[in-house]
């Protein structure tokens, strides 16, 4: 082999090794197509409960157990029949725009749990929810139902939610869900953001319920991975 010959190898061969080590982004075993379409915002890793590794072969003897997604409060302002959209904004929305992307899967790690529904609501950027007396003429606003395809991912467009005061002190924001699958118990609980200055104050939030968050261009990119228990 020459040496050109010789450095071109070695060339694709480094190429090959940080090609490998790209992490996967979302629920699909396809790992080509996880690489290509990662997103610029960092994964939330999944928190194991065993030391099993994560890529034990099916039908092995290691237990993978993944920690379940923590439930919090469902709030005051949940209202049942919000419509089937992805994106929640109004024509004209005021606010930060938010996407936020992920997927969900089995207690096991493993099964995804493709068609499951989120239904999702939050407040408008000034802190107000359409049900609380204020925008009663805007009925499901910031509210809809959202189905993980096939490869159990989801992705969500909005705005980021508007503090509003609760007692004496601001509730920070945050994103309610609730998420059904089939053959799983239903989980309610609240995404939040990090860096929020009310966070540290508030009596609700749980530290594994704070998004991973990006600035991208304007818009505030965040991950989430749900993980659901499966029924008795």
């Known amino acids: 082999m020459s040496d050109r010959e010789s450095r071109r190898a070695a060339v694709m061969g480094i190429g090959a090794l940080i090609l490998g080590a790209v992490p996967l982004v979302g629920c699909g075993s396809d790992r080509r197509r996880e690489v290509v379409s990662a997103r610029p915002y960092p994964k939330r ?8 590794p994560y890529d034990a072969p099916y039908g092995s003897s290691a237990t993978t157990v993944c920690a379940a997604t923590e ?4 709030g005051p302002y949940y209202r049942p029949g919000a419509p089937q959209r992805a994106d929640l904004r109004p024509a004209g929305a005021e606010g930060t725009p938010l996407e936020i992307a992920g997927c969900i899967r089995s207690l096991d790690c493993r099964s995804i749990l493709g068609g499951a529904v989120l239904d999702v609501w939050h407040a408008d950027a000034r802190g107000r929810y359409d049900n609380d007396g204020h ?26 939610p508007g503090r509003y005061l609760n007692g004496r002190t601001y509730r920070p924001a945050h994103v309610h869900v609730k998420i059904t699958a089939p ?6 609980t609240q995404l939040y953001f990090p860096g929020d200055p009310f966070n540290a104050e508030d009596p609700f ?10 600035n991208e261009n304007g818009t505030q990119r965040g991950r989430y991975e749900f993980v659901l228990s ?3």
């Open 45 to 52: 890793p999944v928190r194991l409960a065993s030391a099993a």
């Open 135 to 160: 925008l009663a003429d805007m009925p499901f606003l910031y509210r809809g139902l959202v189905a993980a395809d096939d490869r159990g991912e989801f992705r969500i467009r909005t705005i980021v």
């Open 230 to 232: 499966p029924k008795a």
């Open 71 to 74: 439930p919090n409060i469902e």
């Open 205 to 214: 939030i749980r530290q594994s319920l704070v998004m991973d968050l990006a």
């Open 183 to 188: 053959g799983h118990v239903p989980l309610t």
